[in-house]
């Protein structure tokens, strides 16, 4: 560490290098970032965690990437790039861009949420990960074994039935015991559970404020701001219609009309969906001051539940975004009002006991997800 530098500064990039990324003295790291003044990380994150690698006396290594992937031959020469490391760290959006890859030679990798250096050094990035990885673990468990799941949110969505995990664990057999690998890359913070599928789910979703794109390609116009709400009619894994004034229904149909046809993908095709449990997540500013910035983050907030749509995969092409969700498994509610309570999910007291800070937190969460109830 730099002597002149506050030990403060390197709460968040130990948290992500000791115990996300389990770096050891002498291995190799790459920290990719974005070119300086892209607007979306800050330049400070990555500095810092370069830092606290050479304090941990890690060989580190630093590149920059596009922001984005445009093609097949893009992301061929970014996996060129990442052998011979041990470690690759991602402040850059190409690595959401690759989370789903199924190269098996991939180096140890992940993806950091944090944007900047308060996000980093706050208690989003300094919370104990393995607390959030055991707390994540006992979410996915009452999912997949869950008898009925129910939705509801403030502008209306009622939702409601028994996961179908039947795909998913004829891919993943994993599943049935829980240690499924949901993606390649690791997350940091661990911010999210598991996406459940929405096959044996039906129902109504209120579409309020925007439709915003999911960060596996980009395309213009990449969010359609929304002037009233529009509810998607779902049953399985098919939107059946959209209910509404007859402009937004026309505005919503013709945006999925334009991103479908662009990738040659099922327009509507509902993947799967899941909320944020991470109760340190935050974004201060307006999500439509930044819109690119908000669905690269605060999804990991329980006030927000989001939907992956447009696309027969995880994440598809365009995401709905409910806030303050309610979500009953077996007529618990573990959300309620877009706070997560992991005490009333089975099996949660080992996960709980073993991390009191975490349980602060939840007991108080943050609330700024940059939108307005």
């Given at each position: 560490?730099?002597?002149?530098?506050?030990?403060?500064?390197?709460?968040?990039?130990?948290?992500?290098?000791?115990?996300?990324?389990?770096?050891?003295a002498?291995?190799?790291?790459?920290?990719?970032?974005?070119?300086?003044?892209?607007?979306?990380?800050?330049?400070a994150?990555?500095?810092?965690?370069?830092?606290?690698?050479?304090?941990?006396?890690?060989?580190?290594?630093?590149?920059?990437?596009?922001?984005?992937?445009?093609s097949?031959?893009?992301?061929?020469?970014?996996?060129?790039t990442?052998?011979?490391?041990?470690?690759?760290?991602?402040?850059?959006?190409?690595?959401?861009?690759?989370?789903?890859?199924?190269?098996?030679?991939?180096?140890?990798?992940?993806?950091?949420?944090?944007?900047?250096?308060?996000?980093?050094?706050?208690?989003?990035?300094?919370?104990?990960?393995?607390?959030?990885?055991?707390?994540?673990?006992?979410?996915?468990?009452?999912?997949?074994?869950?008898?009925?799941?129910?939705?509801?949110?403030?502008?209306?969505?009622?939702?409601?039935?028994?996961?179908?995990?039947?795909?998913?664990?004829?891919?993943?057999?994993a599943?049935?015991?829980n240690?499924?690998?949901?993606?390649?890359?690791?997350?940091?913070?661990?911010l999210?559970?598991?996406?459940?599928?929405?096959?044996?789910?039906?129902?109504?979703?209120?579409?309020?404020?925007?439709?915003?794109?999911?960060?596996?390609?980009?395309?213009?116009?990449?969010?359609?701001?929304?002037?009233?709400?529009?509810?998607?009619?779902?049953?399985?894994?098919?939107?059946?219609?959209?209910?509404?004034?007859?402009?937004?229904?026309?505005?919503?149909?013709?945006?999925?009309?334009?991103?479908?046809?662009?990738?040659?993908?099922?327009?509507?095709?509902?993947?799967?969906?899941?909320?944020?449990?991470?109760p340190?997540?935050?974004?201060?500013p307006?999500?439509?001051?930044?819109?690119?910035?908000?669905?690269?983050?605060?999804?990991?907030?329980?006030?927000?539940?989001?939907?992956?749509?447009?696309?027969?995969?995880?994440?598809?092409?365009?995401?709905?975004?409910?806030?303050?969700?309610?979500?009953?498994?077996?007529?618990?509610?573990?959300?309620?009002?877009?706070?997560?309570?992991?005490?009333?999910?089975?099996?949660s007291?080992?996960?709980?006991?073993?991390?009191?800070?975490?349980?602060?937190?939840?007991?108080?969460?943050?609330?700024?997800?940059?939108?307005?109830?």
């Amino acid at each position: 560490m730099s002597p002149t530098a506050p030990v403060e500064q390197f709460s968040g990039a130990m948290t992500l290098l000791r115990e996300c990324v389990g770096g050891m003295a002498g291995e190799r790291l790459l920290i990719v970032s974005e070119p300086q003044g892209s607007g979306f990380y800050d330049d400070a994150a990555p500095r810092i965690t370069a830092a606290a690698g050479r304090a941990l006396n890690m060989r580190v290594y630093q590149t920059q990437s596009d922001c984005f992937l445009a093609s097949a031959e893009d992301t061929s020469t970014l996996m060129e790039t990442l052998k011979g490391f041990d470690h690759i760290v991602f402040f850059s959006r190409v690595g959401d861009q690759i989370r789903f890859s199924d190269d098996s030679d991939m180096p140890s990798s992940t993806m950091c949420y944090t944007l900047d250096l308060e996000s980093l050094n706050s208690p989003f990035g300094t919370a104990c990960y393995f607390g959030m990885c055991e707390i994540k673990k006992v979410i996915d468990a009452a999912f997949i074994q869950a008898e009925h799941v129910r939705l509801s949110c403030p502008m209306g969505t009622t939702y409601e039935g028994r996961p179908d995990w039947g795909l998913q664990a004829t891919l993943n057999p994993a599943l049935k015991n829980n240690e499924a690998k949901d993606v390649r890359i690791k997350r940091f913070p661990m911010l999210i559970s598991q996406p459940v599928p929405s096959k044996g789910l039906s129902g109504k979703i209120a579409l309020s404020r925007f439709l915003v794109g999911t960060g596996s390609q980009y395309y213009e116009p990449y969010h359609l701001p929304l002037k009233s709400t529009v509810f998607a009619h779902v049953a399985n894994n098919r939107i059946s219609h959209f209910e509404g004034s007859p402009e937004e229904v026309l505005r919503v149909e013709q945006h999925y009309e334009h991103v479908s046809s662009k990738f040659d993908i099922d327009p509507l095709f509902v993947h799967s969906w899941h909320a944020g449990i991470h109760p340190g997540c935050h974004f201060q500013p307006l999500a439509e001051t930044d819109i690119m910035r908000w669905s690269g983050s605060a999804f990991g907030n329980p006030r927000i539940l989001h939907f992956h749509t447009c696309g027969d995969y995880a994440p598809g092409e365009i995401s709905w975004n409910i806030l303050d969700p309610t979500i009953w498994i077996d007529d618990v509610p573990v959300w309620e009002n877009g706070q997560l309570f992991p005490e009333r999910l089975p099996n949660s007291a080992e996960a709980l006991d073993s991390h009191p800070h975490l349980v602060e937190l939840y007991k108080h969460p943050y609330r700024e997800v940059g939108l307005v109830a």
